[in-house]
């Protein structure tokens, strides 16, 4: 429980500093007032980037330097502008976008260039999957 509760903190952070820098927490509509030069759209994109690129950072320091890189919904799982642009951020790292499989991205496929030095796979999220997991470990847990 205390997992789901952090997990729910941080995403619920998350969409408040969207919402306040950008009037919403929807970030599809963030991207597209971005794109259409919207200033708090901007921000809003741009501090999302970082605390990715910082989260990214930060774990690359303590598990050290990883052979793949994941990008699931939270992290533009339908988007391949975000995709490019967390990617970016971190390409000092080594995981690099070849930009035409970045585009045609069906999910649970790799996304990086072959020979790439850090390999960059795009992943459906199921967290569906993961709360009914969890729910059934606290459900089995109340019944014992």
Not at 50 to 56: D, E, K, T, W
Not at 67 to 94: D, N, P, Q, T, Y
Not at 114 to 132: H, K, N, Q, S, T
């Amino acid at each position: 429980m205390n997992a789901w509760w952090r997990a729910a903190n941080y995403l619920s952070v998350g969409q408040i500093y969207l919402l306040g820098l950008s009037g919403t927490a929807d970030m599809r509509e963030v991207i597209d007032r971005a794109g259409a030069g919207d200033e708090p759209g901007q921000l809003a994109l741009e501090v999302y980037l970082h605390r990715l690129g910082a989260g990214v950072r930060g774990h690359d320091g303590v598990a050290g330097r990883s052979r793949r890189a994941g990008v699931h919904r939270r992290v533009g799982e339908k988007s391949a502008e975000i995709r490019a642009r967390a990617v970016e951020r971190v390409s000092f790292l080594g995981p690099a976008i070849d930009a035409p499989l970045n585009l045609a991205a069906e999910l649970d496929c790799e996304i990086s260039p072959p020979g790439a030095a850090v390999r960059v796979l795009a992943i459906r999220a199921r967290e569906d999957l993961e709360i009914a997991r969890q729910a059934r470990r606290v459900m089995a847990r109340r019944a014992a």
